[in-house]
């Protein structure tokens, strides 16, 4: 028996996995696991079948406690581990190749790895993985790595009363004395931290959507605060959507939710077994808001089922992206298949406005970056990988059109199911959907950082404009300009009703002129950001500050309010605005602010600038 004493570190360079990458070509593993109630520890029996090119030894990642027995291609070798690497001799390594290990391993109590949970309420226990990025080998030996996907063949003896849920359907539940033994159906190949165990007394919902099996599950002490009406209803409209929009039916058979307790993270898109956190089960009666957010992140997660579990990003560098289009499609899923159809109110006032502020910041940088080993995986996960990335795939679709976007993903999904892809093959595949070259906008938007201001110039000769322009500026430090897609919005009052004309318009320097303008009617405000497609500070004209100074309260649309908050803000900060009169604003329109989260945002940032801005 080889025990791990180590203080090597656990982590996973991307120019090993590059390494790795190039020698194994496909994983099979059948993993047989033993679970007793109260235990602090677990057995495993794992088998590993692999391809293999080249020579060398290849080392498997395992963290484990000890290792007893370890046979590759049928001979017991001893074993070569530091803790975390477990290698495989090169002279015992052939063309094709099993490996067996059969070992103990205690369980995590850190959120992280196959943790385990007791309940203070009632005394029982709990058990759930959580494994992104690099933490699937704490539970049984593997290539952890994400291309180097595998299929997953699992066996669980646990106790008779409990749940055991995986990644696929249970092929059979038989008898083993007290316990239970569960066998399930081989998985579809993904990658290694998307496996999923969760193993328990859990309280569970089931229903049928078609051809897929829904389920939902939470602590038994919880049972009675699960509204499984509106989680179901949800998980019902989020995969007719998806499904339709990509034109590829749910690739994994069953979808599973689990609401688990002392998780590090808000949820996490295991393949067919998302896991969410269980503040989500709302023990008191829940706002609109508190709806909502659930909401969005139940379809970010199944958005996941697709991009990020069937086509998984090669590595580590392109998790930004992953993330970024699981926030983009949530919020649109949001919009166009439920009832919370003020999504994009809440993107611009959150996902949005969080991006800007990261973005201002010494610390800012490009989207798109290269992440040299696991370790670094989060630690430019930020309001610009995270918030900036999805603003800007919002933007994208601008420019590129729905239509465009959406064949372009189609496309992806068809060439790349069940496999890996970059950043370049992804915007490659929307050059095939929409027929846009993106190179050049990939460069710009993508590996430049900070953003632009974006205003206007205009002139009216009585009531009608004579010249109209938009202006794009850039920092000093980061003199980009980028092409932007957006709409012009003049507001106009007429006769005490206020009407909006909405033109479209594109920048790409300095200034653009808006042909399409003259002539029509002066407006009281422009904004040229409206309906939030672009990803740019607005700069108001005086013109339309002394409008919004007297009628914001007026405008209906509250997604123009929420940018026209957000854009006195930015002029206060751009020194283009005094700080008392964004306070007097605020003292005089946030009492007429109907929109909970609007609301917050003005005194939010009436607070901070008191502590920063005024005299």
Known sequence: MTTATTDVRDNLTQADAEARAARVRYCDYTLDLQLARGAETYRGDAMLRFDATGSGDIFLDFRGKTIEVLEVNGSKVEPRWDGFRLWLP???????????????????????????????????????????????????????????????????????????????????????????????????????????LVVGPYHEARERHGEVEIGLFCRKSLAKHLDTGELFELTRQGLDFFASFFDFPYPFGKYDQVFVPEFNAGAMENVGLVTHNE???????????????????????????????????????????????????????????????????????????????????????????????????FLNFDGITYGKGASVLKQLVAAIGMDGFREGMRHYFRTYAYGNATLAQ??????????????????????????????????????????????????????TLRPHTLEVGLVRDEGGALSVTVLPATID?????????????????????????????????????????????RIDDALLRAQLWSSLWNMVRDQQLKSPDFLELVRAKVPLEPTAELIEAATNNAIAAIGRYVP
């Open 90 to 196: 090169g002279e015992a390594i052939a063309a094709s190749n099993t490996v067996r290990v059969v070992y103990e391993n205690d369980y995590d109590h850190e959120g992280d790895g196959f943790h385990q949970f007791k309940d203070p309420e009632d005394g029982e226990e709990y058990l759930y993985s959580n494994f992104e990025p690099y933490e699937s080998h704490r539970l049984f030996p593997q290539f952890d790595q994400p291309d180097i996907k595998g299929t997953y063949t699992l066996t669980v003896t646990a106790p008779g009363e409990w749940v055991v849920l995986h990644n696929s359907r249970a092929a059979s539940v038989t008898e083993a004395g007290s316990s239970k033994r569960w066998e399930f159906e081989q998985t579809k190949p993904f990658s290694t931290y998307l496996f999923a």
């Open 509 to 553: 320097g300095g200034e653009a002129e808006v042909a399409a303008a003259r002539g029509l009617p002066a407006p009281g405000l422009v904004f040229p950001n409206y309906n939030d497609h672009g990803y740019a500070k607005v700069a108001l004209d005086p013109a339309s500050l002394d409008f919004v100074r007297g009628n914001l309260e």
């Open 279 to 377: 503040y989500m089960v709302f023990r008191d009666p829940p706002t609109e808001n508190q709806r909502r957010g659930r909401a969005e992140t139940l379809l970010h997660e199944m958005a996941h089922m697709w991009f990020g579990d069937l086509v998984t990003m090669r590595w580590w560098n392109d998790l930004w992206l992953n993330e970024s289009f699981a926030t983009y499609m949530s919020y649109l899923c949001l919009e166009k298949a439920t009832r919370f159809t003020t999504g994009w109110q809440d993107f611009a006032a959150s996902i949005k406005n969080w991006a800007y502020r990261q973005d201002q910041l010494v610390t800012t940088h490009p989207i798109a970056g290269q992440v040299a080993d696991t370790d670094q995986t």
């Open 426 to 479: 992804f915007l490659q595949a929307l050059e095939q959907g929409s027929g846009r070259p993106l190179g050049e906008w990939s460069r710009l938007w993508l590996e430049t950082p900070s953003l632009n201001t974006i205003g206007t110039r205009w002139e009216a000769d009585g009531e009608r404009i004579t010249s109209f322009a938009l202006t794009q500026a850039a920092p000093a430090d980061y003199p």
